[in-house]
């Protein structure tokens, strides 16, 4: 990774002049914004609270990442289980917007998000339930003929990946799809048609149950402290709750998974930023699908209620972005995140938490088991009114609000990789806000990875560390 001596020192240096300047203020600092213990949004999934003792491969996670490999390495013959600290579900997961998308995306993230919005086209069907995927649409506003010939550009540059699908709409096909019109009129919009969205706290529990009732073993409770190899390789899993032998073993602990390969002694350039999302109840005229536009993003759900969300990811003050600031900077950028100068508890958290533990010892894993701040009021307050200026029928308040913690790369791309120093570990995670979307074409790399396969989805070489 570009993480040079200069920017470690400089980034190091200003980590620990703002500690000692701060320590001084602790006593009056924010609180965490972290529930303590977390609740979880999810569905519930029937999970089981019992380890086997042997499987092909144990994955660490039961996020949609861990869900998704479990799925395609089921389907290759393999005996899986996924341990699950918390609940599936528990974190990003089903805190997400629900966007299920493609459109605008750079190549790395297109390579997985096309196939993946296939999957999820045929996902209710292929799995006989309702998982609320619904194929809704996702326009954005275009400002001015610029904006239209950027989406017109990327459209034909990506022609197999969804761009000929794509199209302008101005006038009544515009005024279709923002069925009470907007305060100010739109110059025009473009929409990707083959994009959907899902109702996170719904959709990968009824994917999990459903993978369960065909045979797939998912524990929950169960955290995963470390690994074990023979001759340098994978040979088992250690969790709170025992030992399982195992060839292979995934990480897919999202938020998680930088501290996991910590303990292993391998640095992944992950950052965690933060996301707050609200529901407004039901409103007359709402524009349809999912869009952004008038300054936010927006999504209405399967059941008539509506999602909105922040402009801006909130990178918050914690000793790691400090550290990386540097090489993060453009990924931040990209990611519409921004800086927040005032720490909170978990600031002076992050400087002294552990980064490394034996695997008889109670890991950090255990002492949260779901991750889930509270969103930061002032942010939402701030959004819902940028909605409400340019749709006016949505004056309504909030039914609920929420936070999540995202992963992000320096480049906004996941990392998917056979561990190279440690054969049978494979390493998937920073799906950087995009995970639903990008979740089952992921899956499939994972699987195809852990096999050995020579015909993998994707070029493996896009997705590994070695690009940082
Ligand atoms: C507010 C918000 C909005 C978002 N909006 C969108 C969107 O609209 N579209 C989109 O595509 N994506 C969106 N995302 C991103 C998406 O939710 C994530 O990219 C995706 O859910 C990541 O999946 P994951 O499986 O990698 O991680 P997670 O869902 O976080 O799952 C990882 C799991 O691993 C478990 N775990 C970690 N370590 C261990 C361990 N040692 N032992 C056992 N278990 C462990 C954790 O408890 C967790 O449940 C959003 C995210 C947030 C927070």
Not at 70 to 75: D, P, R, S, T
Not at 176 to 192: C, K, T, Y
Not at 307 to 312: E, H, I, K, Q, Y
Not at 346 to 357: C, D, K, N
Request: with cysteine.
């Amino acid at each position: 990774m570009t993480v040079n001596r200069r920017n470690l020192l400089i980034g190091g240096a200003s980590a620990l002049a703002l500690a000692g300047v701060s320590a001084l203020g602790y006593m009056g600092v924010r609180p965490s914004r972290k529930q303590a213990p977390g609740v979880s949004r999810a569905e519930k999934v029937n999970a089981s609270n019992t380890n086997p003792s042997e499987v092909d491969v144990a994955i660490i996670g039961g996020g949609i990442v861990g869900i998704m490999a479990a799925m395609y390495l089921k389907q290759k013959g393999q005996n899986v289980v996924v341990l699950e600290k918390g609940v599936v579900a528990g974190e990003q997961s089903s805190r997400a917007f629900g966007w299920v998308s493609s459109l605008g995306d750079e190549a790395r993230r297109l390579g997985l998000a096309a196939p993946s919005g296939a999957v999820w086209r045929g996902i209710n069907e292929k799995l006989g339930v309702d998982t609320t995927y619904r194929q809704n649409g996702l326009m954005y506003e275009c400002k001015d003929d610029a904006s239209i010939a950027f989406w017109e550009q990327w459209a034909k540059d990506h022609p197999e990946q969804g761009g000929d699908s794509v199209q302008i709409l101005r006038g009544d096909a515009l005024a279709a799809r923002l069925p009470g019109g907007v305060a100010d009129s739109w110059h025009a919009a473009v929409l990707q048609p083959l994009d959907g969205s899902v109702e996170p706290p719904a959709g990968l529990p009824r994917i999990t149950n459903a993978l369960i009732a065909q045979g797939l073993h998912v524990v929950e409770g169960c955290a995963v402290r470390g690994i074990e190899t023979a001759a340098g390789a994978v040979s088992a899993v250690v969790t709170e709750m025992g030992t399982i032998k195992c060839k292979s073993v995934v990480v897919a602990g999202g938020a998680w998974a930088r501290l996991f390969m910590q303990n292993l002694g391998i640095d992944m350039p992950l950052l965690r930023v933060y996301s707050y999302m609200m529901r407004l109840p039901e409103f007359a005229n709402a524009p349809l699908g999912s869009g952004w536009g008038a300054g936010t993003p927006w999504r209405k759900e399967v059941g008539g209620t509506y999602s909105v969300g922040l402009p801006a990811n909130i990178a918050p003050m914690l000793l790691d972005n400090l550290k990386f600031a540097p090489t993060f900077y453009e990924s931040l950028k990209q990611n519409w995140s921004k800086f927040e100068l005032d720490p909170t508890r978990e600031f002076y958290e992050s400087l002294f938490a552990q980064t490394s533990w034996r695997n008889d010892q109670v890991s950090p894993f255990e002492h949260e088991r779901i991750l889930a701040p509270d969103p930061k009021y002032v942010e939402t307050k701030d959004a819902l009114h940028k909605f409400q200026a340019a749709f006016p029928q949505a004056k309504v308040a909030p039914i609920d609000q929420w936070g999540g913690v995202i992963d992000i790369t320096p480049d906004n791309a996941p990392i998917i990789e056979k561990v190279a120093q440690i054969p049978g570990l494979v390493f998937a995670a920073g799906m950087s806000g995009h995970g639903l979307s990008m979740a089952p074409a992921a899956g499939e790399l994972i699987a195809q990875l852990v096999l050995n396969e020579t015909q993998t989805i994707v070029d493996p070489k896009d997705y590994s560390s070695a690009r940082f």
